[in-house]
């Protein structure tokens, strides 16, 4: 019941901007009834300039691990988004995974008095902090992918992280016909990830008790330390058949170890969320399992739909006391952008050089380079 009412809330949502879109593109010389001043309000706010930000409104993705492939996608739809709305977007992010880096990054861009920013939070307590620190400021905070729920962002948009995890373990199952070893990696303290794991695991042993979960070990996003940690395990359990990643970047490292374990061939069925173009690479050779894609795009022009009417509150007209409380009038808890399994049969899609040139592009760079109103 809970899931069906986040979802409506994310419904609603994407509702609310097509409807006013629609209305607005109508004849603006239209007036309301000169007799009903209320009437002629809500006219008012229903032109499309409603939708269009200022030219000096700028929001901000804020990322660790820059370089990682996953975050392209997404700040596209943030892009796109923003162009569609008239704002400045920009994007940010830390080289490495460390939560207090990426809190340095985040204050960077609060010191330019940003409008919004778009966060992925390496650990939902790093940000509480931070995250009321932008509050304070006036500054809108939505977070994807992972979330500080603590905390007072106004939106989380995400796949449905239990049923990437729920999706991983049902596929592994039928591959190896309810019975074999598995293993499962982690990265501590990143909550869409430990949904993950923990929904796998949860899955195996309520629904194929003879699938044995023999290890979980941790990878910190690190291919080489996934590669060892996968070639131990094995040692220990020789029946081991396969392994799941919450990430893509890990994946390989097990892919890696799988390959070797079988002489060239795949010995283990390796199964991770996300992907990149290792990934892909191994998909195609036959020599991965298969990877659970969320819709990275529609992640991103979301948030930024979020970011955009958690600042704009003026042209909402919610049925509630927040307002008369002081709160931001824009509370979506938890909306959900979709996701797709990716195979060898349709790998194809996934490779960021056939996404450049689908959206026009010439490379990532240009693809993570900044829009900026003119």
Same mark, same amino acid.
């Given at each position: 019941m809970r899931k069906k009412f986040r979802k409506l809330i994310c419904l609603l949502a994407t509702c609310t901007l097509l409807a006013v879109s629609v209305v607005g593109c109508g004849d603006e010389n239209v007036k309301a009834d000169t007799g009903d001043s209320q009437n002629a309000k809500s006219a008012e706010k229903t032109q499309a300039s409603d939708l269009k930000g200022k030219s000096d409104e700028a929001y901000y993705m804020c990322v660790p691990i820059s370089g990682v492939e996953y975050w392209f996608p997404v700040f596209q739809g943030m892009k796109d988004a923003a162009k569609a709305l008239g704002v400045n977007c920009y994007y940010m992010g830390t080289p490495e995974y460390d939560a207090a880096k990426q809190v340095e990054v985040f204050d960077q861009i609060l010191a330019m008095e940003p409008t919004g920013i778009l966060v992925h939070p390496i650990t939902a307590e790093s940000f509480v902090d931070p995250i009321q620190r932008a509050a304070d400021e006036g500054v809108q905070i939505v977070t994807f992918a992972a979330d500080s729920p603590d905390s007072v962002? *106004?939106?989380?948009?995400?796949?449905?992280?239990?049923?990437?995890?729920?999706?991983?373990?049902?596929?592994?199952?039928?591959?190896?016909?309810?019975?074999?070893?598995?293993?499962?990696?982690?990265?501590?303290?990143?909550?869409?990830?430990?949904?993950?794991?923990?929904?796998?695991?949860?899955?195996?042993? +309520?629904?194929?008790?003879?699938?044995?979960?023999?290890?979980?070990?941790?990878?910190?996003?690190?291919?080489?330390? *996934?590669?060892?940690?996968?070639?131990?395990?094995?040692?220990?359990?020789?029946?081991? *058949?396969?392994?799941?990643?919450?990430?893509?970047?890990?994946?390989?490292?097990?892919?890696?170890?799988?390959?070797?374990?079988?002489?060239?061939?795949?010995?283990?069925?390796?199964?991770?969320?996300?992907?990149?173009?290792?990934? %892909?690479?191994? %998909?195609? +050779?036959?020599?991965?399992?298969?990877?659970?894609?969320?819709?990275?795009?529609?992640?991103?022009?979301?948030?930024?739909?979020?970011?955009?009417?958690?600042?704009?509150?003026?042209? %909402?007209?919610?049925?509630?006391?927040?307002?008369?409380?002081?709160?931001?009038?824009?509370?979506?808890?938890?909306?959900?952008?979709?996701?797709?399994?990716?195979?060898?049969?349709?790998?194809?899609?996934?490779?960021?050089?056939?996404?450049? +040139?689908?959206?026009?592009?010439?490379?990532?760079?240009?693809?993570?380079?900044?829009?900026?109103?003119?």
């Open positions: 962002r *106004t939106a989380y948009v995400t796949s449905d992280n239990t049923k990437e995890g729920n999706t991983a373990a049902e596929n592994i199952a039928k591959e190896l016909n309810g019975k074999g070893e598995v293993m499962v990696m982690r990265n501590p303290g990143q909550t869409n990830h430990e949904t993950r794991c923990d929904s796998f695991v949860a899955y195996m042993e +309520e629904n194929y008790p003879d699938i044995k979960v023999v290890a979980e070990e941790i990878s910190g996003q690190d291919a080489d330390k *996934t590669y060892q940690s996968v070639m131990t395990v094995a040692q220990a359990h020789p029946d081991l *058949t396969a392994v799941f990643t919450p990430e893509a970047t890990s994946a390989v490292g097990a892919a890696q170890a799988g390959i070797e374990l079988g002489g060239g061939e795949q010995k283990l069925l390796v199964s991770c969320c996300d992907t990149s173009e290792q990934v %892909l690479d191994l %998909l195609k +050779e036959d020599q991965f399992f298969a990877a659970i894609a969320p819709d990275q795009y529609l992640q991103g022009y979301i948030a930024m739909l979020n970011l955009f009417f958690s600042a704009h509150n003026e042209i %909402l007209n919610p049925m509630n006391s927040r307002a008369d409380d002081g709160e931001n009038l824009w509370q979506v808890p938890y909306c959900d952008n979709g996701l797709s399994i990716v195979t060898k049969e349709n790998a194809d899609s996934f490779y960021m050089s056939n996404y450049c +040139e689908k959206v026009g592009v010439a490379d990532t760079d240009e693809m993570l380079s900044a829009y900026e109103v003119k």
